[in-house]
């Protein structure tokens, strides 16, 4: 049994909304099916929502703030007033700035760019930067991306005589700034703008609108990179900003993200949703996370290639940078996390928060994701200034933890703190680090069922490898662009045969399958997961979770599936007794995967070579005949420790090795107990014993009776009529007669006693004219003898016997 890494949210057949939809807007299964999951409960809402419509924009104006924004940003312009843009340093930051430059450009504005520098000054409005303002002669400031929080600082402003326009759509405390001169911001609790998922670029692409008096298409671009970006949902106006930004990327990219696209490697042409996430994103985000995100403003404001080269080569080189530290300092924090749990012995840690001086604040977040990702337990890293014993870093959390309400409730330990539901920036002492910790343990241990605890993957579709056609997948870009809130359709392949395995890329990194099922194969993928290729071995049946894909090669077109989770039920039993050279064989399984493999042995002397063999590899090697009493036995040479399991296996046992077959009930009792289902077994090698035969006399009292015996002694029952219970009597003569030991046919006997067939008085027994209709497994007697006969034969089993009894044990019947 192989679990899944994930919790499988599988969906339920809507059949009736899939026929609906089918019929009414001419979809495939599959498209159907996924919107049917997604509950799409009108036609027209499907329909609208595959065909996203410019008329389907909301007025700006229906956004609180707007129309004040307007007002005043129109008097700035009007007045030749000093307008300074004050962005963010992230992705929506740099973008929300770049379309402000074109909005005050078109408008005919004076004015100028500020972003804050991460590592020194941090997110969003601060005094020293408002001083430099009014030092510029500004007299309005319009920030972009933040200020929905910046009270104090929006107070200070206006004492030195400037005006903030606030646009911003993070989520907007109890206390606003309000002596702001607009607050837009879709996330208020009394703006009545319908749609409240857009970033700070879509804020800014529904000034825009206001300003000019009409769509500002030619802003989509910018606005879904933002919106994508900020990993925003992408649904309602977002879809359509997303859909226009990426048809607009595609036919008339600016020179800024034409350069970008180069130096990543990609066609632009072939731009997508997923593109912009993996591979410009992170370049626009590197120069704000390493240095300054100037470079990025002015690589997306660039008027031609030529000048956007430099800064795209420069934003490239600052990415690999930040791919180098952000493994380095995952490294470092996962150290630092692995002692803390180290020193907290047996308590239980339900949310990580680390800090280190030396550590770069704009990278946290990254660390924090990847942290998130190997332990699914919302993450804290922290930057420590050594100077001024603050800390600068972000946070990331799990589904069901809110992020932003948690550190709502810690905000006494906080200098600043702003976020979302899954993700937050802060800044707070050194000293109240620990706090932090231990009030996020305590609220996440509160806010958090033991389900919540295991990553959930949301299933779209089953599907069977006879729907996986290439027609079918290419339906599936009806429903793009793909991202957050409307992710790519995630599908399961139930019950696949693997027909081949094996790794691929620098160091075996990554997995290829190839995978049947009713004649039919298909090759899956999965990234990072090279290490599994010794868990799914060719012949074993497993279910497949992941995404339906079109691989383009050299002009040929072929279905794939990039796969992210298994599971198995299956036991794989690999039976090597024919083979000779025991020990050698026994060393290449220890030598290739001695984590969760154990040995059991079936006699002393083998038990005996084994462990002096093997008995400094920390293995668990031990005997059958001892693992009921005391746990496995492990040799004094053994690194590993008994566990003291009643089954007489340490946990985490993956891969059994059984050197020889028991052949003693006690044993094969034990041999059992491995084998349950609780115990999660993947797989058993069964070897010989290393004395060249068995070592007691198995089957000597034959196989157990079939039916058809059990019929043809009762027959001879109800002839004799009745009869005395002695060794030498009638219980002979029957064995006699059908060629069955004595014991077997006494036996069967008392099976007929107890299904009440046969009469007993004393030692005489007497046929029952008119018996029950009963089953012979209704005996208790017959269970235990049929039992007994099965332990006698484990270790003659032929291969298929072997696997069947195992897999009955592995699946508890």
Not at 163 to 168: G, R, S
Not at 407 to 418: F, Q, R
Not at 461 to 466: I, P, Q
Not at 515 to 524: C, D, T
Request: net charge negative; aromatic share 6%; hydrophobic share 40%.
């Amino acid at each position: 049994m192989i679990k899944s890494k994930y919790r499988w949210d599988m969906p339920q057949r809507a059949a009736e909304r899939e026929q609906e939809l089918t019929a009414n807007l001419g979809l495939g299964p599959m498209v159907a099916g996924v919107l049917a999951r997604r509950e799409w409960d009108t036609i027209e809402e499907a329909r609208s929502f595959l065909e996203p419509s410019v008329e389907e924009l909301l007025d700006p104006l229906r956004m609180k703030g707007m129309a004040e924004a307007v007002d005043r940003i129109g008097r700035a312009v009007r007045d030749g007033e000093r307008i300074r843009v004050y962005g963010d340093y992230d992705a929506d930051g740099v973008t929300s700035t770049a379309l402000m430059i074109r909005l005050l450009t078109e408008l005919g504005a004076s004015f100028d760019t500020y972003i804050p520098h991460r590592s020194r000054e941090g997110y969003g409005l601060n005094n020293a930067a408002l001083d430099l303002a009014a030092a510029a002669g500004v007299r309005l400031i319009i920030t972009v991306d933040n200020g929905i929080s910046a009270v104090e600082q929006i107070a200070y402003a206006v004492s030195l005589g400037i005006d903030v326009v606030v646009t911003d759509h993070h989520e907007p405390p109890e206390k606003l700034p309000a002596e702001a001169v607009a607050l837009v911001n879709p996330k208020q609790k009394d703006c009545p703008y319908p749609f409240k998922g857009l970033c700070g670029a879509g804020v800014v692409f529904k000034l825009a609108h206001a300003m000019l008096g009409r769509p500002a298409l030619e802003y989509a671009d910018l606005a879904a990179i933002g919106t994508i970006a900020d990993l925003m949902p992408l649904m309602g106006e977002n879809r359509i900003i997303a859909r226009l930004g990426l048809k607009q990327l595609r036919q008339a990219p600016i020179p800024g993200i034409q350069a970008l696209a180069r130096v990543a490697g990609i066609d632009i042409a072939e731009i997508s949703s997923g593109r912009i996430g993996f591979s410009l994103a992170p370049r626009l985000n590197a120069g704000g996370r390493l240095e300054h995100a100037d470079s990025a403003v002015k690589l997306l404001a660039a008027a031609s290639e030529a000048e956007a080269e430099p800064y795209a080569m420069e934003l490239d080189r600052l990415n690999a940078e930040r791919q180098q530290l952000v493994e380095h300092t995952t490294a470092e924090a996962d150290e630092l996390w692995l002692k803390l749990r180290e020193a907290d012995g047996e308590k239980p840690r339900r949310a990580i928060v680390l800090a280190k001086e030396g550590w770069n604040a704009g990278i946290a977040g990254l660390v924090a994701s990847k942290l998130v990702e190997r332990y699914y337990l919302p993450a804290v890293i922290l930057a420590i200034d050594g100077e001024t014993g603050l800390c600068k870093g972000s946070a990331r959390s799990i589904d069901g933890f809110d992020l932003y309400a948690a550190l709502t409730d810690c905000a006494d330990l906080l200098e600043h703190y702003g976020g979302h539901q899954a993700a937050a920036g802060m800044t707070l002492r050194a000293d109240q680090v620990t706090e932090l910790g231990d009030r996020l343990d305590l609220l996440a241990a509160e806010r958090l069922t033991e389900e919540d605890w295991q990553p959930k993957r949301r299933v779209d579709l089953r599907v069977s490898l006879e729907d996986v056609t290439l027609s079918a997948v290419d339906q599936l870009a009806a429903l793009e662009p793909f991202g957050n809130g409307n992710p790519t359709p995630r599908v399961v392949l139930e019950d696949v045969v693997i027909k081949e395995a094996r790794t691929m890329g620098k160091e075996d990194k990554h997995l290829r399958l190839t995978i049947e099922q009713a004649g039919r194969s298909l090759e899956v993928v999965a990234f990072g997961m090279g290490p599994q290729r010794e868990r799914m071995a060719p012949g074993m049946r497993v279910d497949l979770l992941g995404e339906l894909s079109v691989n383009e090669w050299n002009g040929n077109r072929k279905t794939q599936m990039m796969f992210q989770d298994y599971r198995s039920g299956q036991l794989i039993v690999n039976d090597r007794r024919a083979e000779r050279g025991v020990w050698t064989a026994l060393e290449r399984l220890i030598a290739t995967e001695s984590e969760g493999l154990a040995v059991a042995c079936a006699s002393k002397a083998a038990y005996h070579e084994a462990a002096s063999r093997y008995g400094m590899t920390g293995v668990t090697i031990g005997l059958y005949e001892m693992a009921a009493d005391v746990g496995i036995d492990v040799s004094s040479e053994s690194a590993a420790a008994a566990s003291g399991d009643k089954a007489g296996l340490p946990s985490g046992v993956r891969h059994l090795v059984l050197v020889g077959l028991p052949t003693e009930e006690r044993e094969v009792g034990s041999l059992r107990s491995w084998l349950r289902p609780e115990r999660e077994l993947e797989r058993v090698t069964v070897l010989s014993d290393g004395e060249g035969g068995s070592r007691s006399s198995v089957g000597a009292a034959g196989k157990f009776p079939e039916r058809r015996h059990f019929a043809e002694v009762y027959t001879m029952c109800r002839q004799r009529g009745s009869w005395l219970d002695s060794p030498d009597g009638f219980v002979r003569e029957t064995a006699e007669a059908v060629r069955l030991p004595l014991a077997t046919v006494r036996m069967m006997h008392e099976v007929f006693v107890e299904l009440g067939f046969i009469a007993a008085n004393g030692v005489s027994r007497k046929a029952v004219a008119n018996p029950p209709r009963k089953e012979l497994s209704e005996s208790a007697r017959y269970r235990r003898a049929q039992e007994q006969a099965a332990v006698r034969q484990v270790a003659e089993m032929t291969t298929e016997e072997l696997r069947s009894w195992m897999a009955a044990c592995h699946s508890g019947a």
